[in-house]
Antibody, heavy 121, light 107 residues
Framework: QLQLQESGPGLVKPSETLSLTCTVS??????????WGWIRQPPGKGLEWIGS???????YYNPSLKSRVTIFVDTSNNRFSLYLSSATAADTAVYYCGSLRGGSYNEVDYWGQGTLVTVSS | DIQMSQSPSSLSASVGDRVTITCRTS??????LNWYQQKPGKAPKLLIY???TLQSGVPSSFSGGGSATDFTLTISSVQPEDFATYYCQQSYSMPYTFGPGAKLEIK
């Protein structure tokens, strides 16, 4: 079964770019009908969809973040990455990566354990 | 964006009780409705997808129902490990929005 693991800095300064990588193991990122997504959760709050990428490189971004978000897929290393520019304290959250079954109901069937990113000087 | 609501936002129950959580969407999501369980400090876990299909490995005490804009998650007999927060999510229209959550606590 798939395993996903987030990695990246836990502390980002305001106005800088938040960058995280999700490494996929137990299967190939080049799976037909599987998408790869990022979701975040501010401390004590609910879940927010950030965006997703297909192995071909096609992406979807939440319009609320679209001007600041980029998601890349690196098929040779079986991983995908999130970049969020101009970070502010409002971006402080636990960031999860997940796999979406596009051939089903687009549900997130596997999740990474999550990584807390704090935006602070 | 499709707006999501859940009720109740919190509920208390005893072991063995039957509980139901409701999720409502601002427009029809045609069955593209998923339920997740989240425990403190952990990632969400998929319970039900497509409104009513139980994810592999999830106890049969969990069930989902509904269609269009109104959906339910039912636990037929609450067990100690079921005390958690439950989120619904629509995966019909991007962005795939989540409900605000329903926290199930021990009575």
């Amino acid at each position: 079964q798939l395993q996903l693991q987030e990695s990246g800095p836990g502390l980002v300064k305001p106005s800088e770019t938040l960058s995280l990588t999700c490494t996929v193991s137990g299967g190939s990122i080049n799976i037909n009908n599987y998408y790869w997504g990022w979701i975040r959760q501010p401390p004590g709050k609910g879940l927010e969809w950030i965006g997703s990428v297909y192995y071909s490189g096609s992406t979807y971004y939440n319009p609320s973040l679209k001007s600041r978000v980029t998601i890349f897929v690196d098929t040779s290393n079986n991983r995908f990455s999130l970049y969020l520019s101009s970070a502010t304290a409002a971006d402080t959250a636990v960031y999860y990566c997940g796999s979406l079954r596009g051939g089903s109901y687009n549900e997130v069937d596997y999740w990474g354990q999550g990584t807390l990113v704090t935006v602070s000087s | 964006d499709i707006q999501m609501s859940q009720s109740p936002s919190s509920l208390s129950a005893s072991v063995g009780d039957r509980v139901t959580i409701t999720c409502r969407t601002s427009e029809s999501v045609r069955g593209f409705l998923n339920w997740y369980q989240q425990k403190p400090g952990k990632a969400p876990k998929l319970l039900i997808y497509g409104a009513s299909t139980l994810q592999s490995g999830v106890p049969s005490s969990f069930s989902g129902g509904g269609s269009a804009t109104d959906f339910t998650l039912t636990i037929s007999s609450v067990q100690p490990e079921d005390f958690a927060t439950y989120y619904c999510q629509q995966s019909y229209s991007m962005p795939y929005t989540f409900g605000p959550g329903a926290k199930l606590e021990i009575k």
